[in-house]
């Protein structure tokens, strides 16, 4: 073939080629076009195309010949997927070169430090090899190696041709590159909706569970009666609620109880635990965080004031949060916006607030632990759940539910609570108040063996050491003491709160903060003043 004749010809397989590699969006098609067009054109046995990894100074194999056709003499695979320095002597020589590196296997072999890949080409039956530079422009990102079992085969390709090809490849493999980065992230995106599908649908089941909760809220005594009122004419509104109580009262029942009356109830009510969350992550709990905006923020993150948009936030535990992050809050309540940590602009929020406490956050305030401006903000329409042991005449109905409840929980037959059992639960004092009957009857559900409760283990600790001080059987919150010692106050004073003999004199406090200790306490008049005093 005349010079004139061989570069037509290349010029046809190069336009071809180029659009074959041009069209390639998997590797499984450009691994065809070279196995099938390229080897031939280029009198190759084998080849393989190794890419600059991201590190910038390893390489990997990114396309070869099949491995199953070659073997070295040993048995061993010449493809080493692992990654190569760029710097083996071999690799680098190509990248740095413009024209193509012609190797004589035989020679290059004796050399010293030769990287094992060749070894094992040559022990493969590879005579000569072809380096070939890729480029995408003008940046080197690997090189194509053609390995030939004879010699004087590929030194027979003319530059200009060979680094045509290399050219087309080096457009073809961003391109595939590109692709697979997409259907990476394709696929990372299936995974989060699988996630979320799976997660909307246990969020679904809460619901569900929530609403049947709070359609079984059992009490029926005065002070509940309250509760219940407190929250039929708050729900409806959009102001804040701050549910005081101790541990175990059912705050949290009472907040579900709120969100599902008011006109946010088809959207989930969104919950914080701010005592459970390590102090360092709050912030980002709350308000979310962007990608990289601190150590450990690898992902994108939505904080719970985004995700209770348009809904309804429960801050439980709202006096464990740090005062930092109080001054954050208090802003977001004012401003209605929020900004991710490491975000640069905010977003617009229309949160409803319930907060929860079994602190006395008024004394958190005088303590200065508490901001008073977040307690204000906070404190618009205050609900005090009593504790059990001052709703007693609910304990039959409460065991009865939870008994009922954790029976056929437990697929067992039990129907009633034997009257001795029931005389040991109204007489015990409860600190731990629903949660702690709860957890009692649940436990003698699973001990009992008959139709019938007929033995409870209370717990016997507070009556040996109450009865051994020569105290009362009652273990006693500080905020009951100071109830009852206010009301005997008061009762003294005639239900007088302030002059020379009323009870702020007596208890040698200013009337305002007597009045607000009531407030706090749950005590009202009626509490205090009988009904003949009433009515003079
Ligand atoms: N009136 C009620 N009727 C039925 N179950 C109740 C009632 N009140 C509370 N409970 C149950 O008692 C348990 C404790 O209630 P909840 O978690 O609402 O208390 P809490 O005051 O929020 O407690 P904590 O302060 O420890 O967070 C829950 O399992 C709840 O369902």
Request: with cysteine.
């Amino acid at each position: 073939m005349d010079t004139d004749t061989s570069e037509k010809k290349e010029l046809e397989i190069l336009l071809c080629l180029s659009k074959a590699i041009a069209a390639a969006r998997h590797r499984a098609d450009l691994w065809e076009i070279i196995n099938e067009q390229l080897l031939e054109t280029f009198g190759a046995s084998y080849y393989t195309i190794c890419l600059i990894n991201e590190d910038g100074v390893t390489h990997s194999p990114f396309l070869y010949s099949t491995e199953k056709k070659i073997r070295t003499i040993t048995g061993e695979n010449p493809i080493i997927h692992q990654r190569h320095p760029v710097h083996d002597g071999i690799f680098d020589r190509a990248i740095e070169a413009e024209e193509p590196v012609l190797f004589n296997m035989e020679r290059l072999v004796r050399q010293k430090d030769i990287p094992a890949y060749i070894i094992h080409w040559y022990n493969a039956g590879v005579k000569e090899m072809m380096l070939v530079r890729i480029c995408n422009g003008k940046e080197p990102k690997g090189v194509l190696y053609l390995y030939s079992r004879k010699t004087g085969v590929l030194s027979g390709n003319r530059d200009s041709f060979l680094n045509g090809i290399a050219d087309h490849l080096g457009t073809g493999i961003s391109n595939i590159l590109a692709n697979e980065k997409i259907v990476q992230q394709l696929t990372e995106i299936r995974k989060y909706k699988t996630r979320l599908e799976q997660e909307n649908s246990y969020l679904k089941e809460e619901w569900k569970k929530e609403r049947h909760l709070t359609g079984n809220t059992v009490g029926s005594a005065t002070a509940m009666k309250e509760v219940y009122d407190l929250v039929s004419k708050v729900a409806p509104s959009e102001a804040t609620v701050l549910i005081l109580g101790e541990t175990g009262t059912g705050k949290e029942l009472v907040a579900h109880q709120v969100h599902e009356a008011s006109r946010r109830r088809d959207k989930l009510m969104i919950k914080v635990n701010c005592a459970a969350i390590p102090v360092n992550l709050v912030e980002s709990e709350l308000f979310g965080h962007e990608k990289g905006s601190f150590t450990g923020a690898l992902e994108r993150r939505i904080g719970k004031f985004e995700l209770a948009n348009n809904s309804t936030l429960f801050l439980d535990e709202i006096g464990e949060l740090p005062m930092e992050m109080q001054a954050k809050l208090l802003r977001v309540l004012q401003e209605k916006e929020i900004e991710r940590i490491g975000g640069k602009s905010v977003y617009k929020v229309n949160v409803r607030i319930i907060a929860a406490t079994n602190k006395n956050l008024e004394a958190e305030v005088q303590a200065g632990r508490f901001r008073s401006d977040l307690y204000y903000r906070l404190n618009v329409f205050p609900v005090v759940l009593p504790p059990l042991r001052e709703r007693r005449e609910d304990i039959p109905a409460l065991a009865a539910f939870f008994m009922e409840k954790y029976a056929t929980n437990a697929g067992k037959k039990i129907t009633g609570i034997a009257p001795k059992v029931m005389a040991k639960l109204m007489a015990y004092p409860w600190p731990g108040n629903i949660r702690e009957l709860e957890h009692l009857i649940e436990r003698t559900v699973l001990l009992t063996s008959t139709h019938h409760i007929t033995e409870v283990s209370l717990p016997v600790k507070n009556k040996v050491l109450s009865s051994q001080m020569g105290m009362e059987t009652q273990v006693r919150s500080l905020a009951d003491v100071e109830r009852e010692h206010i009301l005997h106050m008061l009762k003294l004073s005639k239900g007088r709160i302030s002059g020379p003999h009323g009870a702020a004199a007596k208890l040698q406090l200013p009337s305002t903060t007597l009045i607000s200790k009531m407030q706090k306490l749950g005590i009202r008049k009626e509490h205090f003043v009988d009904i003949q005093q009433q009515g003079n």
